[in-house]
């Protein structure tokens, strides 16, 4: 009997029981295989399978490959790039979800047109986060990934408009089919609320690894308080590490993903602030917390130069942009200003949809695919 041929083979390192697997692609590839599309899934799991998950996927007609996802480090993703690369199954098209799924397909036996999902400058992330193993070799490693998907891959995605110019310095050739699809969240889940009553509470969300400024978070917080009532709540991810952030928190509570939308709601604001040492890496890059704060109707406090947010906050007048180091006597007074304008969820819920909405990234990766297919046949 002959194996089976997908429409689309969509292959990651990411778990997809956790953090962005769980809120990025698993609504992703729920909403193509809607539109009909026949889909292999690949992912590399650190737990053992959810059943709930499992029969979701299944309901969806999604063929999910669940590999173990082993070691970290350099070796682990070597082994990782040849298990996909061994276990590609046939489609029509190959969406590598950043560079190892990407490079895996290159060298794979599939003539299928293949799509680079740049989900960051991976090689500059990891050296910006100090991942375990990370060292001048392994830099190099994942740098020639890079090179190898942007020079063979036939289609190109990435998370902001910022970083287009500097791959485009990077790499002597690129795709010439490319769109902008940015970290995206469910909005239907994420219903816009109006502003809660009370103290004003500021909702740390998620995991906040090396790639966050947690002592200009601590300053920020810090100053806030010197003019407002405030309650600092952090709600950790399955996968956060330590207990406390010490930026000024009064608690800390586990949440899952699931659990997320009532938190946000039951916020007036978040915070993202990250490091200023790799302004490459930081134009790459959207935290999915912040599209999730705004699908909520809730403004954001970021620093500067985090993707196409300078640009998009200030336009929609949907949070507050500081430059690390920066004086923060107004922030407060900025705060002030967006809680008492019965307008601000509804310019915040308008930014999220018209730039982070799940549904908008179906219908984006569709047309791209399309595209990648004709592009075959001529």
């Known amino acids: 009997m002959s194996s089976p041929h997908y429409d689309l083979s969509y292959l990651s390192i990411d778990s997809i029981q956790e953090g962005v697997g769980a809120s990025q692609i698993v609504p992703l590839i729920i909403g193509l295989a809607q539109k009909g599309k026949r889909i292999s899934l690949t992912t590399f799991e650190k737990t053992s399978l959810g059943i709930d998950l499992v029969e979701m996927l299944q309901t969806n007609n999604i063929h999910w490959e669940a590999h173990e996802f082993g070691q970290t480090g350099a070796l682990g993703g070597l082994i990782r790039l040849r298990k996909i690369q061994k276990k590609l199954v046939a489609s029509d098209i190959i969406h590598g979800r950043s560079d190892i799924p990407t490079a895996a397909a290159v060298v794979s036996d599939s003539s299928a047109p293949i799509l680079w999902d740049v989900r960051s400058l991976w090689s500059d992330q990891r050296k910006l986060i100090a ?51 940015p970290t995206c969240v469910q909005t239907k889940k994420f219903a816009m609320t109006t502003f809660p009553e009370g103290r004003i509470t500021c909702l740390l969300s998620g995991t906040f690894n090396n790639y966050y400024d947690l002592d200009e978070t601590r300053r920020v917080i810090t100053e806030l308080r010197r003019q407002l009532d405030l309650q600092v709540i952090w709600a950790r991810g399955g996968e956060a590490p330590t207990q406390e952030l010490h930026v000024g928190e009064d608690y800390a509570i586990s949440a899952t993903h699931a ?61 507050v942009v500081i430059q690390n180091g920066e004086n ?41 695919y399309e595209e990648m297919l004709r592009g075959k046949v001529n």
């Open 328 to 368: 923060l006597g107004s922030v407060a007074n900025q705060l002030t200003e967006l809680f008492s304008d019965p307008t601000t969820p509804d310019r915040c819920r308008s930014l999220a949809l018209d730039h982070f909405d799940m549904d908008v990234a179906v219908n984006t990766y569709s047309k791209i």
């Open 131 to 181: 991942t375990a193993g990370w060292n001048p070799l392994t830099a190099r490693a994942a740098r020639t990934l890079e090179n190898v998907s942007a020079r063979n891959a036939t289609a190109m995605t990435t998370l902001t408009a910022a970083v287009v110019p500097i791959l485009e310095k990077r790499h002597r050739k690129l795709p010439e089919i490319r769109a902008v699809v």
């Open 259 to 319: 659990e997320m939308p009532a938190l946000v709601s039951a916020a007036h604001f978040g915070i993202a602030i990250c490091k200023q040492e790799n302004l490459d890496s930081l134009a790459a890059a959207v935290p999915t917390k912040i599209a999730e704060f705004l699908a909520s109707g809730r403004p954001v406090i970021v620093s500067k130069n985090i993707g196409d947010l300078d640009t998009l906050i200030s336009q929609y007048r949907a949070g």
